[in-house]
């Protein structure tokens, strides 16, 4: 069991004072299996109208922000204390096949957003790709357990691509970086995900935050200082959502926070939305998620 | 002895006989006309059009094509900035009454089990829960929009229009090939097609009994209002503008059902409520016709990039206070998929099969129906079961599987393996023939029917009759509208009995009279108030470089300027940025000059062509307040023949046209007082420079006859003073006489009246700041005596017109409200 301090500012400044803004923040994480949020709070400088958003696509807390004035500066900080208790999944012999998820997934009776019907299809931004597809297919043959085909591909891809900051943008197509072997954790997340859903099995888009120190002795974690991206399987009803970070090569869990969870990026994006003005417009991101020792 | 028109009647029914006979001829089994029992309509109608066009099919079709082009029908290719021309076959495809009830009896049960079918799905969500349908049907559909779900559509529907693609098999029975659950596309075009034919072959109304649109269109608006809380409700149609392919149809319905067009950047929310920008301040909407792609609706509750998009829309939709229609999210089932489950679905929500089936179709995502298809590919169609292209499918459209070789063959067999959801097999029809005017002979071409159906004031769903037929060579049915190579026609629901006159007038006392046209969006506005800019300016420089041609130039008048006077012209043109300056002033360097300041290649240089390049373009996006004499000369490519003296004076006479059309026969609204304002302020603007160009004191002679010519006021200067020019005489004429209509001082008057009777935003009595701005204008200008006009007041007269006309910008249009995308994460 892990307790931690979350701490995520976001400040935009704009060279023109902006007319007025109206944002999604998806920020508060949300409740899932394995974590708990003890306590919340969400601050907007200079201020701004904050309520829930009436409408919502994936599974996410989403605020709206309204502000009204004129700003030249805009910063939101998001704090959390969440309490974080997950068992490492185990493969096992009785696992689910990935042949039996996808018909189960196929035959779901339930549209909902945690539904593994939800993450079938290809979305805006994970399209299907024939390379990825193929290339994915190698560690996905359908009589295969579930558990130990999500660890070998995300392994596979951790080992054989490169994680370089500067090879990619927050909107490069899974294609792209696919091709480069090289990129950051959205864009191993997207390339997972499209050769999942390739293989017709249910994947999600997880985006959280990973424990900025590692502890003594361990290695520092890759992606820890800012948001972090990964990917949920459904692997049945017995098993449920089972996460598997790409970036890292290992299983989602006690280093993980869960923040929301959408068929792609902009189902979870933590701030977008619209602002009205004509100069341009920088940002700059902090996250510190710090253990909280008793 | 017979009588003329007996004569040319005998000779049409002759032809006609003649026409179908040989069409017959070849036509395969299952042609509309020829195993129609209705073949006596058919052949009415062919004698119409013998009549109409004599023997000559060709004429025929090239008059219906003209008609079409006279009503400003165009459309667009996706890419393509250019409008193409509406090809329009003068055949229309006509369909008996009681044949036609049967059609439309089945549009509106179709209509209605969708909407409950909708419904649920956004709503309760039985039919996935009992099963009837599985959830990765709803998810796989890209027009699932999961932040429509548990919002209640407000006036109590998902749809208000519905379309959907028929196909008439070689029995004679009509089934549904494509369901259109978003936006009626090509609802317009139906209406033209019918204004166009009813033109070309105006006898076939009144002889079959043909039923008319009219009373459909004014179900289709009641309908709409009906839904509205408030008793006179305004409507806006959303488009997202002029690029899109079927720009000239939104324009044109909406002026037809009296919409506001309007774009995003048109629309604001405020405390859950829509209104429309307008000269008089926001404007509330009440309900809006939407042609904009749900996803792009509203950018926080869909995709947050889009720009065309009026943020907050959906949570005044969720609130209860605008009605979108249809509902975002009701294109759901346009999904092929879903027609697999309609007649199953038909059966458990109305206990009977559909009265009009679609055609018989297959969802690979269960195993038997993928065992079925599989083991039938040779006599299926493989197509996409919702919008994205599988793997398996290459092409991304649907195909034969008998076509497929044995390489396609194994990479669908194999996809389909993997993800067999993505796919459906649908039967493969083959679809029967109508005649098309090819050439000289009517020949057989196969079609498909689009039907429009929309709910009237209670309600209910009301039927075109009639709608639009699209032939095509290509087998491909589910081509967007118009593709390439395909025809439209219009089409004919005829019957024995005769059809009341109605028109879209309603009864008397219904509506109460008014001669304001309503809102003007200040989009609009700001279009018209440029259109009046650009086409004065172009006016103004192509005067200045005919002044250049024709005076220093020319070698036979004599009447060549004094050089300084030449190079003062040449620097006006210039610093105008028509053309780059000439090296010397050589009579081939200003012919040049000249010709690039005219003609020169477009976008290098603000010259005439681009200025009339530039109105062009604001001509196409103000289609709705425009009249078609005034788009057409907007259209007209610019002139190529002749000299340059003959394009000049081409040019001057399409300006000419134009002003006087604006001037006689556009109405006294405030849409025309902004294009009067934009012309009356470019033309003060215009003189302002001249003057300062011309008439400093060291002016001669030649300088003040230019400035004369530049002002159009050399007839005016002789009606007054018997002497030669003088410079007071000719800067009292050209800036401050009141009584000459090119003065600055009647702009100025001009534009002040324009200001004081268009709409002010506070009722406190105080002058707003673009008629403060006017108003001292005005006085610099009633003040001023021809002495004073030194070139320090000129140059502050032009700058306080300048700053008049930001003032107007400001107050009246649409300021700099760019979104910026507020996105960001940074990834690690």
Same mark, same amino acid.
């Given at each position: 069991?892990?307790?931690?301090?979350?701490?995520?500012?976001?400040?935009?400044?704009?060279?023109?004072?902006?007319?007025?803004?109206?944002?999604?923040?998806?920020?508060?994480?949300?409740?899932?299996?394995?974590?708990?949020?003890?306590?919340?709070?969400?601050?907007?400088?200079?201020?701004?109208?904050?309520?829930?958003?009436?409408?919502?696509?994936?599974?996410?807390?989403?605020?709206?922000?309204?502000?009204?004035?004129?700003?030249?500066?805009?910063?939101?900080?998001?704090?959390?204390?969440?309490?974080?208790?997950?068992?490492?999944?185990?493969?096992?012999?009785?696992?689910?096949?990935?042949?039996?998820?996808?018909?189960?997934?196929?035959?779901?009776?339930?549209?909902?957003? #945690?539904?593994?019907?939800? *993450? @079938?299809?290809?979305? =805006?931004?994970?399209?299907?790709? &024939?390379?990825? $597809? %193929?290339?994915?297919?190698?560690?996905?043959?359908?009589?295969?357990?579930?558990?130990?085909?999500?660890?070998?591909?995300?392994?596979?891809?951790?080992?054989?691509?490169?994680?370089?900051?500067?090879?990619?943008?927050?909107?490069?197509?899974?294609?792209?970086?696919?091709?480069?072997?090289?990129?950051?954790?959205?864009?191993?997340?997207?390339?997972?995900?499209?050769?999942?859903?390739?293989?017709?099995?249910?994947? #999600?888009?997880?985006?959280? *935050? @990973?424990?900025?120190? =590692?502890?003594?002795?361990?290695? &520092?974690?890759? $992606? %820890?200082?800012?948001?972090?991206?990964?990917?949920?399987?459904?692997?049945?009803?017995?098993?449920?959502?089972?996460?598997?970070?790409?970036?890292?090569?290992?299983?989602?869990?006690?280093?993980?926070?869960?923040?929301?969870?959408?068929?792609?990026?902009?189902?979870?994006?933590?701030?977008?939305?619209?602002?009205?003005?004509?100069?341009?417009?920088?940002?700059?991101?902090?996250?510190?998620?710090?253990?909280?020792?008793? | 002895?017979?009588?003329?028109?007996?004569?040319?009647?005998?000779?049409?029914?002759?032809?006609?006989?003649?026409?179908?006979?040989?069409?017959?001829?070849?036509?395969?089994?299952?042609?509309?006309?020829?195993?129609?029992?209705?073949?006596?309509?058919?052949?009415?109608?062919?004698?119409?059009?013998?009549?109409?066009?004599?023997?000559?099919?060709?004429?025929?079709?090239?008059?219906?094509?003209?008609?079409?082009?006279?009503?400003?029908?165009?459309?667009?290719?996706?890419?393509?900035?250019?409008?193409?021309?509406?090809?329009?076959?003068?055949?229309?495809?006509?369909?008996?009454?009681?044949?036609?009830?049967?059609?439309?009896?089945?549009?509106?049960?179709?209509?209605?089990?969708?909407?409950?079918?909708?419904?649920?799905?956004?709503?309760?969500?039985?039919?996935?829960?009992?099963?009837?349908?599985?959830?990765?049907?709803?998810?796989?559909?890209?027009?699932?929009?999961?932040?429509?779900?548990?919002?209640?559509?407000?006036?109590?529907?998902?749809?208000?229009?519905?379309?959907?693609?028929?196909?008439?098999?070689?029995?004679?029975?009509?089934?549904?090939?494509?369901?259109?659950?978003?936006?009626?596309?090509?609802?317009?075009?139906?209406?033209?097609?019918?204004?166009?034919?009813?033109?070309?072959?105006?006898?076939?109304?009144?002889?079959?009994?043909?039923?008319?649109?009219?009373?459909?269109?004014?179900?289709?608006?009641?309908?709409?209002?009906?839904?509205?809380?408030?008793?006179?409700?305004?409507?806006?149609?959303?488009?997202?503008?002029?690029?899109?392919?079927?720009?000239?149809?939104?324009?044109?319905?909406?002026?037809?059902?009296?919409?506001?067009?309007?774009?995003?950047?048109?629309?604001?929310?405020?405390?859950?409520?829509?209104?429309?920008?307008?000269?008089?301040?926001?404007?509330?909407?009440?309900?809006?016709?939407?042609?904009?792609?749900?996803?792009?609706?509203?950018?926080?509750?869909?995709?947050?990039?889009?720009?065309?998009?009026?943020?907050?829309?959906?949570?005044?939709?969720?609130?209860?206070?605008?009605?979108?229609?249809?509902?975002?999210?009701?294109?759901?089932?346009?999904?092929?998929?879903?027609?697999?489950?309609?007649?199953?679905?038909?059966?458990?929500?109305?206990?009977?099969?559909?009265?009009?089936?679609?055609?018989?179709?297959?969802?690979?995502?269960?195993?038997?129906?993928?065992?079925?298809?599989?083991?039938?590919?040779?006599?299926?169609?493989?197509?996409?079961?919702?919008?994205?292209?599988?793997?398996?499918?290459?092409?991304?459209?649907?195909?034969?599987?008998?076509?497929?070789?044995?390489?396609?063959?194994?990479?669908?067999?194999?996809?389909?393996?993997?993800?067999?959801?993505?796919?459906?097999?649908?039967?493969?029809?083959?679809?029967?023939?109508?005649?098309?005017?090819?050439?000289?002979?009517?020949?057989?071409?196969?079609?498909?029917?689009?039907?429009?159906?929309?709910?009237?004031?209670?309600?209910?769903?009301?039927?075109?009759?009639?709608?639009?037929?699209?032939?095509?060579?290509?087998?491909?049915?589910?081509?967007?509208?118009?593709?390439?190579?395909?025809?439209?026609?219009?089409?004919?629901?005829?019957?024995?009995?005769?059809?009341?006159?109605?028109?879209?007038?309603?009864?008397?006392?219904?509506?109460?009279?008014?001669?304001?046209?309503?809102?003007?969006?200040?989009?609009?506005?700001?279009?018209?108030?440029?259109?009046?800019?650009?086409?004065?300016?172009?006016?103004?420089?192509?005067?200045?470089?005919?002044?250049?041609?024709?005076?220093?130039?020319?070698?036979?008048?004599?009447?060549?300027?004094?050089?300084?006077?030449?190079?003062?012209?040449?620097?006006?043109?210039?610093?105008?940025?028509?053309?780059?300056?000439?090296?010397?002033?050589?009579?081939?360097?200003?012919?040049?000059?000249?010709?690039?300041?005219?003609?020169?290649?477009?976008?290098?240089?603000?010259?005439?062509?681009?200025?009339?390049?530039?109105?062009?373009?604001?001509?196409?996006?103000?289609?709705?307040?425009?009249?078609?004499?005034?788009?057409?000369?907007?259209?007209?490519?610019?002139?190529?023949?002749?000299?340059?003296?003959?394009?000049?004076?081409?040019?001057?006479?399409?300006?000419?046209?134009?002003?006087?059309?604006?001037?006689?026969?556009?109405?006294?609204?405030?849409?025309?007082?902004?294009?009067?304002?934009?012309?009356?302020?470019?033309?003060?603007?215009?003189?302002?420079?001249?003057?300062?160009?011309?008439?400093?004191?060291?002016?001669?002679?030649?300088?003040?006859?230019?400035?004369?010519?530049?002002?159009?006021?050399?007839?005016?200067?002789?009606?007054?003073?018997?002497?030669?020019?003088?410079?007071?005489?000719?800067?009292?004429?050209?800036?401050?006489?009141?009584?000459?209509?090119?003065?600055?001082?009647?702009?100025?008057?001009?534009?002040?009246?324009?200001?004081?009777?268009?709409?002010?935003?506070?009722?406190?009595?105080?002058?707003?700041?673009?008629?403060?701005?006017?108003?001292?204008?005005?006085?610099?200008?009633?003040?001023?005596?021809?002495?004073?006009?030194?070139?320090?007041?000129?140059?502050?007269?032009?700058?306080?017109?300048?700053?008049?006309?930001?003032?107007?910008?400001?107050?009246?249009?649409?300021?700099?409200?760019?979104?910026?995308?507020?996105?960001?994460?940074?990834?690690?």
């Amino acid at each position: 069991m892990m307790r931690y301090a979350i701490r995520h500012v976001t400040r935009f400044e704009y060279a023109d004072a902006a007319g007025f803004a109206r944002c999604n923040l998806r920020l508060k994480p949300i409740l899932w299996s394995g974590q708990t949020l003890d306590d919340y709070h969400l601050s907007v400088e200079p201020g701004g109208e904050i309520a829930p958003a009436r409408a919502q696509a994936g599974l996410a807390n989403v605020m709206r922000l309204v502000v009204e004035k004129p700003e030249r500066e805009l910063t939101i900080e998001s704090r959390a204390r969440m309490t974080v208790d997950r068992p490492l999944p185990m493969p096992a012999a009785d696992d689910p096949t990935l042949a039996e998820i996808a018909a189960w997934a196929r035959d779901s009776r339930d549209v909902g957003p #945690a539904s593994p019907a939800s *993450y @079938l299809f290809p979305s =805006p931004h994970i399209p299907l790709d &024939r390379n990825i $597809g %193929a290339w994915c297919a190698e560690e996905l043959d359908p009589d295969r357990g579930a558990l130990e085909a999500a660890i070998a591909l995300a392994q596979r891809i951790q080992r054989e691509f490169a994680f370089d900051t500067t090879a990619t943008l927050v909107d490069t197509p899974p294609h792209v970086a696919f091709a480069q072997r090289g990129g950051v954790c959205q864009d191993f997340a997207q390339i997972m995900i499209s050769g999942l859903r390739a293989a017709g099995l249910p994947a #999600a888009y997880a985006s959280g *935050y @990973l424990r900025t120190l =590692p502890p003594p002795g361990a290695p &520092r974690l890759v $992606g %820890a200082d800012a948001t972090h991206a990964w990917v949920l399987l459904w692997c049945g009803d017995r098993l449920g959502w089972i996460g598997v970070d790409p970036t890292n090569g290992i299983w989602m869990a006690n280093d993980h926070v869960i923040v929301a969870v959408g068929r792609d990026y902009p189902e979870i994006a933590p701030i977008d939305g619209v602002v009205l003005g004509s100069g341009a417009q920088t940002m700059s991101v902090s996250v510190d998620v710090a253990p909280i020792e008793d | 002895m017979a009588s003329p028109a007996l004569a040319s009647l005998f000779d049409a029914r002759t032809i006609a006989g003649r026409w179908a006979a040989d069409y017959c001829a070849q036509a395969p089994a299952g042609d509309v006309l020829c195993d129609s029992a209705g073949r006596a309509a058919w052949l009415a109608a062919l004698e119409e059009l013998a009549a109409a066009a004599g023997d000559s099919l060709g004429h025929a079709r090239e008059r219906a094509q003209r008609q079409a082009d006279d009503i400003g029908l165009g459309h667009r290719m996706p890419g393509e900035s250019e409008e193409r021309r509406w090809p329009l076959s003068p055949v229309p495809l006509l369909i008996d009454s009681t044949e036609w009830q049967a059609i439309a009896a089945g549009i509106a049960e179709r209509a209605e089990l969708v909407e409950a079918v909708t419904a649920d799905l956004y709503g309760p969500g039985r039919l996935v829960s009992d099963g009837a349908i599985p959830a990765a049907l709803v998810t796989g559909s890209p027009l699932f929009l999961r932040p429509m779900v548990g919002v209640t559509p407000p006036g109590g529907h998902h749809l208000h229009f519905f379309a959907a693609d028929l196909c008439r098999d070689a029995d004679g029975r009509w089934r549904v090939l494509a369901d259109h659950l978003r936006a009626p596309v090509g609802a317009g075009y139906a209406l033209e097609n019918r204004l166009a034919i009813a033109r070309t072959l105006g006898g076939l109304q009144g002889r079959l009994n043909v039923r008319r649109h009219a009373p459909f269109f004014a179900a289709m608006r009641d309908g709409l209002a009906a839904t509205c809380r408030r008793s006179e409700p305004r409507i806006g149609l959303l488009t997202p503008g002029r690029l899109n392919p079927s720009y000239a149809e939104q324009a044109h319905l909406a002026r037809y059902l009296g919409f506001l067009l309007v774009e995003g950047a048109d629309l604001a929310v405020r405390d859950d409520r829509l209104y429309v920008r307008t000269i008089a301040g926001l404007k509330r909407i009440d309900a809006l016709c939407r042609r904009v792609d749900p996803r792009l609706l509203d950018p926080l509750a869909f995709d947050a990039s889009s720009t065309i998009g009026v943020p907050g829309l959906i949570d005044a939709m969720a609130a209860g206070n605008v009605v979108v229609a249809n509902a975002p999210g009701a294109g759901m089932l346009e999904a092929p998929a879903f027609s697999a489950f309609l007649p199953a679905l038909a059966q458990r929500l109305n206990g009977a099969p559909l009265q009009l089936p679609n055609i018989a179709t297959w969802w690979c995502g269960q195993p038997a129906e993928r065992a079925h298809v599989l083991a039938n590919l040779d006599q299926m169609v493989v197509a996409p079961a919702f919008g994205a292209v599988p793997l398996g499918l290459p092409g991304g459209g649907p195909v034969l599987g008998a076509d497929l070789d044995a390489d396609a063959r194994q990479l669908l067999a194999e996809d389909m393996a993997r993800r067999p959801q993505d796919y459906v097999g649908q039967e493969a029809v083959c679809l029967s023939t109508m005649p098309f005017a090819e050439g000289e002979r009517l020949a057989p071409r196969p079609f498909t029917l689009r039907v429009f159906a929309a709910r009237d004031a209670d309600g209910r769903w009301a039927v075109l009759p009639g709608g639009f037929a699209r032939l095509g060579g290509e087998p491909d049915t589910r081509a967007t509208v118009m593709g390439e190579g395909s025809w439209s026609a219009d089409v004919c629901v005829h019957g024995a009995d005769p059809v009341p006159p109605v028109s879209l007038l309603p009864v008397a006392g219904a509506v109460e009279l008014r001669r304001n046209p309503g809102t003007l969006p200040s989009r609009v506005a700001d279009n018209l108030f440029w259109l009046g800019r650009y086409l004065e300016r172009g006016e103004a420089l192509l005067g200045a470089t005919r002044v250049l041609l024709g005076h220093s130039i020319s070698a036979d008048t004599g009447a060549a300027l004094a050089d300084e006077t030449v190079a003062r012209l040449v620097a006006l043109i210039a610093d105008a940025g028509a053309a780059p300056a000439p090296a010397g002033r050589r009579r081939r360097e200003l012919v040049e000059f000249a010709r690039v300041a005219i003609d020169g290649a477009e976008g290098q240089w603000h010259n005439v062509r681009q200025i009339n390049r530039l109105a062009a373009g604001i001509g196409a996006i103000s289609r709705d307040r425009l009249s078609a004499d005034m788009m057409r000369l907007l259209d007209a490519p610019h002139p190529s023949r002749g000299g340059l003296l003959d394009r000049a004076g081409s040019l001057q006479r399409r300006y000419a046209a134009l002003a006087g059309l604006s001037a006689e026969h556009m109405a006294r609204t405030d849409a025309w007082r902004f294009h009067d304002l934009g012309r009356r302020l470019e033309r003060a603007l215009a003189i302002t420079r001249a003057l300062r160009t011309f008439a400093g004191c060291e002016a001669t002679s030649d300088d003040l006859s230019t400035l004369l010519d530049l002002a159009d006021s050399q007839i005016s200067y002789r009606q007054r003073y018997l002497t030669s020019f003088g410079r007071l005489p000719v800067l009292d004429l050209v800036a401050l006489d009141p009584g000459n209509p090119r003065a600055i001082a009647f702009q100025v008057g001009a534009i002040a009246e324009h200001l004081a009777r268009l709409p002010v935003l506070s009722d406190s009595g105080l002058a707003e700041p673009q008629q403060a701005v006017a108003a001292a204008v005005q006085a610099m200008v009633a003040t001023a005596t021809a002495a004073s006009l030194d070139p320090a007041t000129i140059g502050a007269l032009e700058a306080k017109l300048m700053q008049l006309s930001d003032a107007i910008a400001a107050r009246y249009f649409l300021q700099g409200a760019e979104p910026l995308r507020g996105s960001g994460l940074t990834l690690a």
